[in-house]
């Protein structure tokens, strides 16, 4: 399976990221098919995505970690997850 994640690069105690797509097989620092962005997050604006390249993955069935999920979506690649979970207000509504 294709995954889209992260792989950490920078200095000791100075995290700068790449977004990638991977094998999921392949290590987290190791092997990948492409790079599509950069994310530093120190920078209020550290997020640096291409976006066509993200959601061709996308339509290809790379599947993002749940890392990468939340900054395809602050990038507006992916529409927030709607969670399928009720909640007890939802079940005490229902119930009434």
């Not at 995954?3 to 790449?18: A, C, E, S, W």
């Not at 790379?62 to 909640?87: H, I, M, N, Y």
């Amino acid at each position: 399976m294709v995954k889209i994640r992260l792989t950490r690069m920078g200095d000791h105690k100075n995290p700068v990221y790449r977004v990638i797509v991977a094998d999921s097989r392949s290590p987290r620092d190791g092997r990948f098919i492409e790079v599509l962005g950069t994310y530093d997050p120190h920078l209020d604006d550290g997020l640096k995505l291409d976006v066509e390249k993200s959601k061709q993955w996308i339509k290809n069935g790379a599947q993002p970690t749940d890392t990468a999920r939340a900054l395809l979506v602050k990038a507006g690649v992916l529409e927030t997850k709607k969670s399928t979970q009720k909640t007890k207000v939802d079940k005490k509504k229902k119930a009434e």
